[in-house]
Structure formats: structure tokens, C-alpha cells
């Protein structure tokens, strides 16, 4: 069963930090400011966000100045969101970008008159350090500005190691060309891509410019697919509308900011303009294509009472709308917020390589000096051990540990969206993994939920109409689907209905109330009237007036059309689907059927609390429990199973309990909801497998002086491109 939610009291503060160079990075800003009592914080490398929440009753004190302080005195960059982000991120991409070409441009002469003797002109070592100076110093900065940042707080982190790497390897070789005969006019020296040079005199100036350059160029692509894996979610945002027209009441019609739309106004929506609120039609016949929003291709025919989505597009008439949410209420905000949660948080396996990047550091510069050491007592070469012991500081560089997991939640969670589904936190990955169990309730998730009146069956002494007359009155107090059929099947038949009083709604039982004087009551038929009725495949109540039977009403809700295929989807992955439903017995057998459902996994005649019980039953059995549904009444199902998704069309209780939320009502989507969390969920795993398996595989070769620095920077900085690259290809999921 996963953990419980945050407490809704907490204050969520949501900050862009900056200044992080690895995952390390945001492990510290993360343990300082956990540090602070009531504060639960969550620092995404990735994302570049931190995500904060505050109990108020522990530490009302405790304000967005106090957090940002606190980064500050860590050492980095913090403020509240802005629209000026995406351009800070741009000019950060930029500065990299122009790092990168100085160390190229520079790097490469250096490497080629290092590695082929041929190229070795008389004072050719003078000339790379002239080269190599600008690359090791400027375009290094970033590399040992944060090496500072992390002495100052007694840390150490990835950085850390490349920065030593290089001002080592910058060092040692101005101090040959000085005090040596490397410094001589007219010194060659052979190719050093392996450490079994047998050269007497070695300058390591490749390390110091071409290292920094494999290490910005991954740095440079690396942030380049972390903007690719946003753009899901910036996309997203780009479609809320700026400007809107609003009709007011006096007549008079005006454009304002869509930021200043009120519940209640009416606006215009033209032909081709996207719609600036989420709201009810009020005139106008259109087609409005909702598809960036939840992945339905097909445009939706709406008319005076339909409900339409902020930010679909408006396809042919002229729509007037009224406002029926506005600003962060809307579903585009909505979704943003899980998308951007979903992405800002951690799954277990990420916590754990934070632990392993916590103490990875350290535990390699201890080996890189024993390295070093190590290799003066065996060989009493000290080029030789130098050149092993930087290797590997450079080649242990982490930097695909910590981008392993971030980057399959950007872009698997963003391509969710891009789908309709949205994936509420990382945490939903591994829930995902070991479902075994689908639990579809019946009602609204499998069927239309657009029930119709298809038989009546009045007792002697009433007609048809004052059976449906009277039910209709009294239903006409709920929002059932039930009551919504039998009140506009009352209205249709019968006109005006009587106003209802004293109504009581018990869900899973029934309703009463007064109607005309008399106690009305609706409830699920017993054994004698649904017999009576003679429709088997149909849900029958009973009406009463006064205790007394006045007949029955027989109605019928049809699967949608994508059940069956949901069905068999679900089957195909290996998971075993139960329907639940509080129907009757012999519907809900119909429906299996109709399903292709197995009679022994029908749970029907199910009380609200009794779907609570079914799941807790399942997990019990040791089954790994996924609950698909839409009604309020399912909420503490969908709450209590391992893994809940709720159709976006149901109750937003249904909707706050799941964890998953399909944004189309369609069935179908619930197999695809499961595969792709467990693509992402693999394309996680396999990423900290290659990290792990990099680092485990390449610092012994390191340490047994089979690399060369220049192949560790090389093969450190292919790591995480590898990482990101792996992580991109859930942009092609379908």
C-alpha cells in the first residue's frame, strides 16, 4: 500500500534554484533545509526545482525568505518560479555552449600535437600550454567555482573530482616544463592514450584542455535533453489563453486578461481561438478539439450546457461561455501541477543512488591518493602514478547516477501528459511494477454511465406515469446517474415534476423523501419486484409510496466501446480483471459476459464501504491491487488500493485519492497508463544499471593504469549522454 499523502494544512512552496552542477548539489541543498523542523524539502537536479512544504504548526516562523536563505548560505541561487526562467535557462545553455567551442577549438591542436609525434615542432609543448591555459582556467570556471563552493562547505562532489583532475594534471605539467627537460626546445613525446608510455618526459596539457572539453560538451547535450524533456510541461503551459473577451451583464463587451477572469463571467470564444477558462456553454453550436489536453483526436460537439476544457481550440461557431473555474482551479493547471509534481519528485530506486552519490565521493578521492601511492611503491614512476590517480578522479565522475532517474521522469511523466495520462509522483512507478490485479468499477468507468429508462412496471392501482412521475421528483434532489435517467425520463413523459422535501440520499441504498404529502422511497428491487420487472440485464428499483410498492422501473447502461478491448488489454499484460459494482447480481453477470469477464471475478450488490473492503480482501489474498474509477464512492478504494487511476471526467474526491488520472474516459487507457509507468520504470533501472556497472567496471581499469586520462574524461562525459539519450526514447512511447 503506498504512503500517505502529505497533510493539505502544509504550506507547498515550489523554488528554481540554481547553480547546481551535479545530483551531489542537490542532495545538500536538500539535507539543509530538511534540517529546518517542519520542513519536508525535495531538491530535483534535473529540474532544477525545489519543492518544499512547510507544517505551519511546527514552524509558522519558517517563510519563502527564510528558505531561499537558506540555499543562498549553501552556496546557490534561489527564487520564487517566474516566467523569466525558460530565458535563464537559455542563457545558461548559451554560456556552455560558448565554453564549449573555446575548449574545442583551443583543446584540439593540443591533443593532436600530444598524441602523434609527427606533429611535434621544435617548442610545440610551449605552444599547447599557451593553448591549454584559457581552456583549464575560463572554460573550466564552472567546474572550479563549484570545487570552492564545496571546500567552503566541507563537501565534496562530482565536480569536485574533474576540478582537482584538471588543475592536477595543469600543475604538474607547468612544473615539468620549468623544472625539467620537458621543457627543452626540441622534446617529443610519444602517444600517451594508454599508460605504458615509456616516455622520460610527459606533460599532461591533453588532460587539462581535452578532459574540460569532454566534460562541457556532455555538460552542454546533457542540458539541451533536459530542455527537450521539459517540453511537455512548458508546452502545456503555453497553451493557457493570454487575452479573453468577457460579455458583462450591462451589454457592454470588453478584452481583458485572462488572469483577470471571474467564475460566473461570460467570454467569447471565436473560431480557432483556444477557450480561456474552464466553463459551461451558454450559446453557440461548435466542434472544439480537445486533444492537446487529453490525447482524443476526434473534436467534441458541444451546445448550449456542454462543458468545455480552458485552453481546447475552439474549431467552427462562435461559443459563449460561462466561467466555471478560472486561474490554478482550471484542469490545464491542474494537470501542470501533477505533471510538474510527478516530475519534481523521487522513486526509491533514486533515493537510493542519492545515498550511493553521498558517499561516492569521498570514497574515490581516497582512492585516487591510494592510487597514487600505490603506484610510486610499485613502479617509483611518479608520471606514471599521477597519471593513475587522476584517472581516476576523472573517470568516477558520477554524473550518470545522478541523472539516471530525473531524466526518465521528465520524459516519461511529459509524454504521459501529452497522452492524457497523468502520473501524480514517482512513487506510482513502482506500484506499477508489481500490480497483478485490475478492479474496474462498472458504473462510469466501464459503461457510458448515461443510464435510460427502458421498462416500467406499475402495481394495480397506479399508471406507468405515476410510478415514473413520483420517482422523478424525488431523484430529481440526487446527482446519481440513476436519478438523472429517471428525472429526465419524468420530465420527458410527464412535464412539470412536484418539488421533493426532506430529502434523504444514503448512497449504495437508496433515497426517500416527500413528495405531494406522501414518503417516497427508491431502493435497489428485491427478489419479488425485479422479478416482476422481467429484465434481467437491467438495474431495477423499486418505488414506494408510503411503504407500499408502486412499481418498478427497469434501466440500462451500456458499455463504452472501448470496454472489451480494455478488458483483454489488461488480460494480455497478465493482470487478472475483476469487476466490482454495487449493481445487482444478475446485471452485473450480463455485463461480465458482454466484457469478456470471468463470472468467478464479478463482485457485485457492493456497498461504498464495501469497495474499500473488496480491495483490502484482494491485497489480503496477496494481490497486488490497481482500482479504476470515477465516483465519489469510490474514493477510499481508489485511496486504499497500490495503485488508483480515476477517469478526469469523475469526482474530483475520486481524482485527489488515485494516483493516476486518465484524462479521456476511456477504459482502454488504463493498460496503457500501466505500460508506460513500467517503461519508465525500466528505462530508471536500466540507467542506474549502466551507471552502477560503469563506475564499478571503470575505476579498477583505472586504478590498474589501463586508462588514460584523456579516455576517462572521454568516457565519463559518453556516460551521461548515454543516460539522457536512453531516457529520450520514452518520447516515442504510443
Known amino acids: 500500500m503506498r504512503q500517505a499523502s502529505t497533510s493539505p494544512d502544509h504550506q507547498r512552496v515550489e523554488l528554481a534554484v540554481g547553480g547546481m552542477t551535479c545530483a551531489a548539489c542537490a542532495a545538500r541543498i536538500e539535507r539543509r533545509l530538511n534540517r529546518i523542523d517542519g520542513v519536508s524539502a525535495n531538491v530535483n537536479y534535473a529540474t532544477e526545482r525545489a519543492m518544499i512544504r512547510v507544517d505551519p504548526a511546527v514552524c509558522a516562523d519558517v517563510g519563502v525568505d527564510r528558505l531561499i536563505e537558506t540555499i543562498v548560505d549553501v552556496g546557490y541561487t534561489a527564487a520564487l518560479p517566474s516566467v523569466d526562467d525558460a530565458v535563464e535557462v537559455e542563457h545558461r545553455v548559451a554560456d556552455l555552449r560558448r565554453r564549449l567551442v573555446v575548449a574545442v577549438v583551443l583543446g584540439l591542436p593540443v591533443l593532436v600535437l600530444s598524441m602523434l609525434p609527427v606533429t611535434q615542432f621544435a617548442g610545440w609543448q610551449w605552444v599547447a600550454l599557451g593553448l591549454t591555459l584559457p581552456v583549464a582556467t575560463w572554460s573550466a570556471w564552472p567546474l572550479h567555482r563549484a570545487m570552492v563552493l564545496n571546500l567552503r562547505h566541507r563537501q565534496a562532489t562530482m565536480d569536485t573530482l574533474v576540478s582537482v583532475g584538471v588543475i592536477a594534471a595543469l600543475s604538474w605539467s607547468v612544473w615539468a616544463l620549468?623544472?625539467?627537460d620537458a621543457g627543452?626546445?626540441?622534446?617529443?613525446?610519444?602517444?600517451?592514450?594508454?599508460?605504458?608510455?615509456?616516455?622520460?618526459?610527459?606533460?599532461?596539457?591533453?588532460?587539462?584542455?581535452?578532459?574540460?572539453?569532454?566534460?562541457?560538451?556532455?555538460r552542454f547535450f546533457e542540458a539541451r535533453s533536459k530542455r527537450?524533456?521539459?517540453d511537455a510541461l512548458r508546452s502545456m503551459l503555453d497553451l493557457a489563453v493570454v487575452d479573453v473577451t468577457v460579455r458583462r451583464p450591462d451589454g457592454a463587451v470588453e478584452t481583458?486578461?485572462?488572469?483577470?477572469?471571474d467564475v460566473g463571467d461570460h467570454f467569447e470564444v471565436r473560431p480557432g481561438e483556444r477557450v480561456a477558462a474552464d466553463g459551461r456553454v451558454v450559446s453557440g453550436v461548435s466542434a472544439v478539439?480537445?486533444?492537446?489536453l487529453t490525447g482524443e483526436s476526434m473534436p467534441v460537439e458541444v451546445g448550449p450546457g456542454s462543458m468545455v476544457i480552458g485552453a481546447s481550440v475552439n474549431s467552427t461557431g462562435l461559443l459563449v461561455v460561462e466561467a466555471t473555474s478560472v486561474g490554478a482551479q482550471t484542469r490545464l493547471a491542474h494537470m501542470a501541477r501533477l505533471v510538474n509534481d510527478a516530475q519534481s519528485g523521487k522513486a526509491a530506486v533514486?533515493?537510493?543512488?542519492?545515498?550511493?552519490?553521498?558517499?561516492?565521493?569521498?570514497?574515490v578521492i581516497a582512492l585516487s591518493i591510494a592510487t597514487t601511492i600505490g603506484w610510486l611503491l610499485l613502479d617509483g614512476s611518479s608520471e606514471q602514478a599521477f597519471a593513475a590517480g587522476v584517472a581516476v578522479l576523472i573517470i568516477a565522475c558520477p554524473c550518470a547516477l545522478g541523472l539516471a532517474t530525473p531524466t526518465a521522469l521528465l520524459v516519461g511523466t511529459g509524454r504521459g501528459a501529452q497522452l492524457g495520462i497523468l502520473i501524480r509522483g514517482p512513487e506510482v512507478l513502482e506500484s506499477t511494477r508489481m500490480v497483478d490485479t485490475v478492479v474496474f468499477d462498472k458504473t462510469g468507468t466501464l459503461t457510458t454511465g448515461q443510464m435510460q429508462v427502458v421498462g416500467i412496471a406499475a402495481q394495480p392501482g397506479h399508471s406507468d406515469d405515476d410510478v415514473l412521475g413520483a420517482a422523478g421528483a424525488l431523484e430529481s434532489a440526487s446527482r446519481h446517474p440513476i436519478a438523472h435517467a429517471i428525472t429526465s425520463a419524468a420530465r420527458e413523459r410527464c412535464g412539470d415534476l412536484a418539488m421533493p422535501s426532506a430529502v434523504v440520499d444514503q448512497?449504495?441504498?437508496?433515497?426517500?423523501?416527500?413528495?405531494?404529502?406522501?414518503?417516497?422511497?427508491?431502493?435497489?428491487?428485491?427478489?419479488?419486484?425485479a422479478s416482476s420487472a422481467g429484465a434481467t440485464a437491467a438495474t431495477i428499483v423499486a418505488v414506494r409510496s408510503n411503504g407500499v410498492l408502486m412499481g418498478t422501473i427497469a434501466l440500462s447502461d451500456e458499455p463504452r466501446p472501448s470496454s472489451s478491448a480494455a478488458v483483454a488489454a489488461a488480460r494480455a499484460m497478465g493482470l487478472r480483471p475483476v469487476l466490482l459494482t454495487g449493481d445487482r447480481r444478475n446485471v452485473a453477470d450480463a455485463m461480465a459476459v458482454r466484457l469478456g469477464i470471468d463470472p468467478d471475478d464479478v463482485i457485485a450488490e457492493v456497498l461504498p464501504d464495501g469497495k474499500l473492503a473488496t480491495v483490502r480482501s484482494l491485497q489480503a489474498q496477496g494481490r497486488t491491487v490497481a482500482m479504476v474509477g470515477d465516483g465519489v464512492n469510490d474514493a477510499a478504494a481508489l485511496a486504499a488500493a497500490d495503485l488508483g487511476i480515476a477517469m478526469a471526467s469523475g469526482s474530483d474526491v475520486?481524482?485527489?485519492?488515485?494516483?493516476?488520472?486518465?484524462?479521456?474516459?476511456d477504459p482502454l487507457m488504463v493498460s496503457d497508463a500501466i505500460r508506460l509507468a513500467r517503461r519508465t520504470l525500466a528505462t530508471i533501472k536500466a540507467n542506474l544499471i549502466w551507471a552502477f556497472g560503469y563506475n564499478v567496471a571503470a575505476i579498477p581499469l583505472a586504478m590498474s593504469g589501463r586508462l588514460s586520462p584523456v579516455i576517462a574524461g572521454a568516457a565519463m562525459a559518453f556516460s551521461s549522454v548515454f543516460v539522457v539519450t536512453n531516457s529520450l526514447r520514452l518520447r516515442r512511447f504510443v
Open 507 to 529: 448512497p449504495g441504498i437508496g433515497i426517500r423523501g416527500h413528495v405531494d404529502g406522501s414518503l417516497i422511497e427508491i431502493s435497489t428491487a428485491d427478489g419479488d419486484a
Open 178 to 180: 620549468l623544472a625539467t
Open 350 to 363: 533514486q533515493r537510493l543512488a542519492d545515498r550511493v552519490s553521498a558517499v561516492f565521493v569521498p570514497i
Open 228 to 230: 527537450r524533456a521539459g
Open 256 to 261: 481583458v486578461s485572462a488572469d483577470a477572469l
Open 184 to 218: 627543452s626546445i626540441g622534446m617529443t613525446m610519444e602517444m600517451s592514450m594508454d599508460m605504458g608510455s615509456s616516455s622520460t618526459h610527459h606533460v599532461y596539457l591533453e588532460v587539462a584542455s581535452t578532459v574540460v572539453a569532454f566534460i562541457l560538451a556532455g
Open 289 to 292: 478539439d480537445e486533444s492537446l
Open 654 to 665: 475520486a481524482i485527489q485519492a488515485s494516483d493516476v488520472t486518465l484524462m479521456r474516459s
